[in-house]
């Protein structure tokens, strides 16, 4: 039979905080996400031996650890803890220290801070009782040339897996504001180029620069085992 104990460790969760989390929607999953961060900051002391000490502000949680606490796959915890920081839920932090980035992530108490969703709203323009055509290229669009960012061509220069050009600067321009230093993104991109994962097979598990972008992939920790054969995605 359970029997937790308040003496074994305990979470402090101001009343305010508690009454806001009544009220607030979120799913089922960014919940158990907000708890494993609640529980690995303002559950665990800074100095261990200062029982009366302060709590935890922030914390590097891998996605591992997310994993195991919530038994969501890691790839869908990334996912979570994006909508989350977006929804100002949750803080991140992601410090650079020599080659390499550490995340860490904790709790936004400032509720007046977070964001709710917004609701989707699907357009549809008539024409009489015809749905609106879309608009049929020209030649003077297709003749068009793209043109790039000199950040974005940095990034391209030494991505491995070279496809869909056009669809990955789309996605890098749609995520101004959520990318960290270019010279983070460059050295992860590097790091990962290393990996066995990246290297065996003629780069099979090389992801597309889109996707690798949309799943914000410069803050995975970069694998330093090479004995294992599973691909790290």
């Keep these: 039979m359970a029997s937790p104990q308040r003496e074994n ?68 915890c990334h996912s979570l803890l994006q909508k989350l920081v977006k929804k ?4 991140r932090s992601i410090p650079q220290k020599g080659d390499r980035v550490e995340i860490s992530y904790g709790f936004q108490k400032n509720f007046d801070l977070w964001r709710l969703s917004p609701k989707r709203v699907i ?4 024409m009489g009782d015809r749905l609106s055509p879309k608009k049929a290229h020209t030649k003077e669009t297709i003749q068009k040339k793209e043109t790039y960012t000199v950040e974005f061509e940095k990034f391209w220069t030494i991505w491995p897996k070279k496809v869909n050009k056009k669809k990955a600067f789309e996605t890098w321009q749609k995520m101004n504001g959520e990318l960290p230093l270019l010279d983070v993104v460059l050295k992860s991109v590097r790091g990962w180029a290393e990996t066995k ?17 949309n799943g914000h992939r410069w803050e995975d ?5 090479v004995d294992d054969d599973v691909p790290y995605w």
């Design 88 to 91: 100002r839920v949750l803080k």
């Design 123 to 126: 357009a549809v323009t008539h």
């Design 9 to 76: 460790g305990h979470i402090d969760i101001a009343n305010a905080i508690a009454d806001k989390f009544c009220s607030y929607r979120l799913s089922g999953q960014e919940w158990q996400i907000v708890w494993v961060v609640l529980r690995k900051t303002w559950g665990w002391l800074e100095d261990v031996n200062d029982k009366n000490g302060p709590k935890k502000k922030m914390d590097r949680i891998a996605l591992s650890q997310f994993e195991k606490a919530t038994g969501i796959d890691r790839r869908k």
């Design 221 to 225: 920790e970069i694998p330093k085992s």
């Design 197 to 213: 994962e990246w290297k065996k097979e003629r780069g099979q598990y090389i992801p597309h620069p889109t996707t690798w972008l």
